[in-house]
Every structure is written in structure tokens, then in C-alpha cells.
């Protein structure tokens, strides 16, 4: 028998309340309370207090069963992870040392919980962030005291700007040493404090069930990095808390406007003569609603680079990113607009939008006005908001406004395709992307990096509203891709998963696509091989600097895909590319696809 917790909104789905097994509910049932979809709810083990556990039969009829007491001893990281596993976590990334051996033992005990060995911590706190980032649920990097702890920060860090949950356990040594330089000891509270949104050393094994769902609490509220430090000698001490439960222990967020909010957002709509929908990651679980509006009021959609996939690339009323990856059709149609409707877009000065009449709705209150001021802010989730609005906005069809918007479309695809020169040797990023989204199943989920790779991505891979990207977005970190590839592939196992990444940032992570291979992940990593710091080369180029120190010097990436125990391919021309592509999806194993590629992208 289990408990249901939407990752939008917190409000719990409990079979035995409900009297129906939450499996079976079709499809298309929503959340209750924000609209979001099936798919967006977790589940939640409890074990029943009287130790019964309850559970349906094959006729969907409740039934009892007694529980044997497991065990009879338990430790103090015991409580922890059993803890942690009662409030939805279910993966655990990290590498085992002497100040977390304790901890690492209650997570080989515990049932509930995965636990995944990588080769270099940055991976595991990477995996973590895109967990949350892909499900809005929250996982955990457990490592050691000092290097371990500080091998975290820069995926922590990925995590704290795109509001990802995440809980980090760290070892620390005997609570006697704290403060006295001891070995391997860094003053751990001090180094997490500065974007942890919960920090705290547990001092006593008593303090353990509380700080951990304190911990996770205030990680999936505040949408951060927790942390907790437990120092190696509580870590065998026994203790017999009761586990907390999570409902009632997590507010349900539901947030819509008031009704005349929602009347003034919809004249202002009526009236708009040039309405253009810009939407973010936040509007990604909402994706119906924002496509009926747009064909309702003739609006186009534009997308910041994390909202790509909001719509199909082709949906007629797409028109592209706006910002850096940004299409020319974006920018006119933003520019031209009388009425801006921003929806869950956080407005960050690379999607710069200009300075229009705008409504904005999020959930974030300080993103909204962030950049320009707003006419109309709306502060909700979409889920709640949009179909308010969408009921009562009047049905416009505005046929000169739907004219243009079609010319501009074709003519930026006609840009995009004479990019796409299948004939130049080495293979150029428009084209290779081409190919490649010829091939990626509907459902793919793509994992970025950064650089002229990952940017190309953004421009130039026509994408359809069934796949997901996972990327680093505000902290832009190279060695993201793989990392996420890794942990998509985790929760999705039927399911593909690329990871698009350049020579640079591969080699950042590269020491971890022996992870891959271990836990026998098929993932395809197509490297974009130009040599080259391509992205920093143009830049130098740009801002007139002779170029210096961009080029890289690289291994053979499809040989050392062999040398880990997995597939190496190699594509110097369009024909070989095709070849390498389709041998990469035929087999199911861990790829590498060594691309070469031209670092010069524009000649
Ligand atoms: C960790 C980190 N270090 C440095 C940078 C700055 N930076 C942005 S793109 C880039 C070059 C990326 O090179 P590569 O991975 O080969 O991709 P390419 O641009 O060639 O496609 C660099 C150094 C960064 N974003 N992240
Ligand atoms: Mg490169």
C-alpha cells in the first residue's frame, strides 16, 4: 500500500483513502490540486505503525499482512537512510572512505535505496542535480570528509542556481578532532554554508530522524542543496527513533491568483493585437494548456533554452529560442510584440528579452520583475494559472499576425538549412545534430553540455515536445552531459538516452563513463571532436583576441570507449556518421561516437 506525492505541489495521493490502487488511474489523470500529470507523482513507502503492511490483491481488494521485525539493532545512519527512504529518496551517488563507512553500510542494508559508485564525487552531485532537474524529486551524494566533500561543489552548485533538490551527506571525522586539524578535516560547515539552503552537523544519534527530514524538508521546498555532516564515531551508535512520515510534514504549494487577477489577465490578452507566449522550464509540466492557448489567441511560442521541447520544433506556432541560441524570427516577434504572457521563464540576461508590456506568471516570486518591470504579475503555478486564463480568453484568430509568423518561421528554417551541408568535410555542428535527430527515438531524453555543442543543440535540433533535455543551465558547467546521461538512464532503463557532448567537456567527466559500463548502461555519447575549446575559441575571435590556448590535445575517444568495456565508433564523414549512428542505437550497450567535427562554424 502506498502514499502518492505530487513533485509539483506536495498534495499526497493515499490508495488506502482513495480505495483504488494509484496504478490504476488512467493516463490522464491529473493532479488534483496543480493539474500536473501522473506521471509527476512519487511514491511514498510507509510502513503502517502497528507494523502491518497493507496492500491490495490482484482484485484490487485491501489486505494485511504482518510484518517480521527486521532488525532489532539499528544504527544511527540505519535511522538515516530508512529515513530518507520514507520521504521518496531512492538513489544514493557517491564514493565510499573511511568517515562515511557507516553510512555506506546502512545504504547496503537498506532495501529501498540504490546506492551508485563513481569515479569522481563532481559525477555524483552532477547525477543528483539532474535527477531533480528531470523528476522534481530529490536524491543524495554520500562521500567522505574533505575531498570528498569538496569534489561535490561544482554540481552543487549546478543544482543551488537551477533550483534543484539535492541532499548531501558527508562524513566528518570523531566529533573530539572537530576544530583541531585533524586528518582529512576541512571545516566542512563553513564550506557548505555559502549555498546551502540547510547545513547542519549531527552532534547526537538522536538528532538523526529529525535533521534528515529536516534536511530533505527544506531541499525540496527551497528547491536547493541540503547538507548534513555525521561524524564517523556516531555512525555505529545504536539508535531506536521512530521513523517520521513525510505528509503532514510538507505544505502543499498551491498557487493560483485571485479571480480578478485572472479577468485583468485576460483583457490585457484580448486587447493584445501582437501576443507573444514565452515559456520556460517551469512550463514544461503544462505543456497542453500552453499550446491550446497559443492556437486560442494566435499567439507564437518562444522558448528559453530550458523550455525547448515545450512544443515540437515545427508546431507551427513555434518560433524558436530567444537569447544566445535565439532564432531571428524570436527576436522580431519579441521586439514587435504589444504583450509579452512569461510563463515560468526566470529571464535570465541570455534569454534577454527586451522591455514589452508583459504578464508574468511563476512560482518564484522574485523572478517575477526580475529583469523589466511587469504590468500584470501573476504569482502561481502554471498548472493552476493557464487553464484559468485559457477558459475565459475570447478565441482571436488574427490572420495577418499567423501570416507573418509563418514567413518568419520559414524563413529561419531556411537559415537552419542551409547549415545543414551534408557535403563538408569535417562535419559541421548543423549537420551532424541533423543527422542525429533523424535517428533519436520520440521519447529520447538528451543530455547536454557546454560549449558550441551544447548551443548548437539549442539552435539547431529540431526537437519534439515527447523528448526531454537535461542540462546545466544558469551555472553553465562543462562535464554536465555525461553525469546526466548517467542518472537518465538509471530511472529510465527501457528508455534512450544521448548524451551530446564537446572534447573538452568530456574529458572533464571522462574517468566516469566507466560507470556507465559497470552498471551496464546503454547510454550514446556522441562527442563533438573539433580539437578545439571551440565555443572560447569563437569568443577570442569576437572580442579580438588572437586565439591562444583553446585547442586540445585528445585521446582517441572511441579507443578508450573500448578500453572501458564499451563501444567505441568513429565518423569522420556524413556516410560514416549515418553508420556510426544507426550501429550506436542497434546495440545495447554504452557507446562513444567520436565525431570529428569542424571547430570553425560558420565558413
Ligand atoms: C567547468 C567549466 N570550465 C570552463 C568553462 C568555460 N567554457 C565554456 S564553453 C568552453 C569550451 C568547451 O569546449 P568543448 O567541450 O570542447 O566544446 P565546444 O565548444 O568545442 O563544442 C569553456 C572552456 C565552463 N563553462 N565550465
Ligand atoms: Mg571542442
Partial sequence: MFKYRCKVCNYFFDELKENIAFEKLPQSW??????????????IKEKDIKNKNVDFDKNNKIVENDMADEDSFKTAPDLMIEQMAAWGIKYVFG???????????????NKDIEYFQVRHEQTAAMMASAYGKLTGNIAACLTIAGPGATNLATGLYDATLDKSPVLVITGHVQRKLIGTKAFQEIN??????????????????????????????HALIEKGVSHLSISVDIQKEKCDDDIIPIEGKIATISATAAENIIDQAVSMI?????PVIVAGAGALENKEDIKELSQKISAPIVTSFRGKG??????????????????????????????LIIIGCSC????N????PAIQIDIDPLVIGKKHPIDLNIMGNSGEVVPKILKKVKKSNKEEYLDEIAKLKKQWNEILENEEDPTKVPLKFPFILKELSNYVADDAIIAIDVGENGWRVGRNFPMKNTQKIVMSGYLATMGFGLPAALVSQIINPGKEVICISGDGGFAMVMGDFLTAVKYKLPIKVFI?????????????????YPNWNTNLHNCDFAEFAESCGGIGLKANTSQELKMAIETAFAVDEPVIVDIETDPNTYD
Fill in 30 to 43: 491529473k493532479c488534483p490540486v496543480c493539474n500536473a500529470s501522473k506521471d509527476m507523482f512519487i511514491e
Fill in 95 to 109: 564514493i565510499p572512505g573511511t568517515s562515511s563507512l557507516g553510512v555506506v553500510e546502512a545504504v547496503r542494508k
Fill in 188 to 217: 566542512q560547515h563553513e564550506f557548505f554554508e555559502t549555498f546551502a539552503v540547510f547545513n547542519k552537523t549531527i552532534n547526537h544519534s538522536d538528532e538523526v530522524t529529525r535533521l534528515t527530514t529536516l534536511a530533505i524538508r
Fill in 270 to 274: 484580448n486587447n493584445s493585437k501582437r
Fill in 310 to 339: 515545450i512544443v515540437d520544433d515545427d508546431y507551427f506556432l513555434h518560433v524558436g529560442g530567444h537569447g544566445g541560441i535565439g532564432s531571428l524570427t524570436a527576436g522580431k516577434l519579441t521586439d514587435s510584440s504589444d504583450l
Fill in 348 to 351: 535570465s540576461n541570455n534569454t
Fill in 353 to 356: 528579452l527586451p522591455n514589452r
Fill in 528 to 544: 563533438f571532436n573539433n580539437h578545439e575549446l571551440g565555443m572560447i575559441m569563437a569568443e577570442q575571435e569576437n572580442e579580438d
